[in-house]
């Protein structure tokens, strides 16, 4: 494919990047997400996005929670477009959710979305009540290879916690 | 908003910080950030709890990003009197660029992180 072709395929592929009408949701919204063709599905890569801004409410007494969500993943076909994944996040902004259930959720709309190799999240939630939360959802297309990612990762998890700040 | 007065020491230093800072551009895109408020003490300052409340309700207020540290500086001069009151909001950035708006007295504000919240 030539450089003027790709370019033109990725243009038709996303409707919300470079568009000035951008309509910004604040309740749970999944269709907001929009994914462009992986043209390396033959390579196997890491793609880390990290969501310093994510909010929600908490479900019981509608006090705003804050966190960091880091999503990793291995595409496969499909990759999620990041301007999107900020809209959908941003939709959380008035959803009432525990710290547990949405970075599950999130995780499930992305393996929904995408169908990766691989993908997981991690949520880094702001202390309530001098607790703070960190769950952390994952997920494998089950081949061999990503299985053997995911529970290398997942039972080497925090071995050696921290107290960061 | 008017926040509830308690009376405290006269000539007592005060800073409150909050990472929890968002409101909305007028675009309706949501912008976050840490605030930093200092002031001397005249005899009273405004409940904690108030105040929590105050910046939970900008969470749907569409402003100007330059006009945030005044909308919190004119809330608190409307609830309580103080001496030398300053604002400063941090911004995270937007297209690149970080914004830090101020309002009133300067100081240097104290940076404390949440303990536990990796960053």
């Known amino acids: 494919m030539d450089e003027k072709a790709y370019k033109a395929k990725r243009a038709s592929e996303v409707t919300q990047l470079g568009s000035t009408q951008t309509q910004y949701k604040y309740e749970y919204d999944p269709t907001l997400l929009e994914t462009f063709e992986n043209v390396h599905p033959q390579m196997d890569y890491w793609v880390t996005l990290n969501a310093d801004e994510f909010t929600s409410l908490c479900p019981k007494t509608n006090q705003p929670d804050f966190g960091t969500l880091i999503i990793n993943y291995i595409p496969n076909i499909k990759m999620v477009e990041s301007k999107s994944l900020k809209l959908y996040l941003f939709s959380f902004m008035n959803s009432g959710e525990f710290h547990e259930d949405v970075v599950n959720k999130i995780g499930k709309d992305l393996v929904k979305l995408m169908e990766p190799k691989y993908l997981e999240v991690i949520g880094l939630f702001y202390p309530r009540g001098n607790i703070s939360i960190h769950p952390a959802f994952s997920y494998s297309n089950g081949d061999e290879k990503y299985n053997e990612i995911e529970k290398y990762r997942f039972l080497n998890r925090n071995l050696n916690p921290q107290r960061i700040g | ?119």
């Open chain 2, 1 to 119: 908003m008017q926040l509830q007065k308690v009376d405290i020491v006269k000539n007592t230093k005060l800073q409150y910080l909050s990472h929890e800072l968002l409101f909305l551009a007028k675009s309706g895109q949501p912008y976050r950030g840490s605030i930093y408020v200092n002031f001397m003490s005249l005899g009273e300052t405004f409940n904690l709890l108030d105040f929590k409340k105050y910046i939970t309700s900008l969470r749907d207020k569409k402003l100007n990003a330059e006009d945030i540290a005044y909308e919190i500086f004119l809330t608190i001069t409307k609830s309580i009197e103080t001496q030398n009151l300053g604002i400063v909001v941090d911004l995270t950035a937007r297209g690149g660029i970080q914004q830090r708006i101020s309002y009133g007295n300067e100081f240097n504000v104290v940076h404390k992180e949440n303990i536990f919240q990796v960053r």
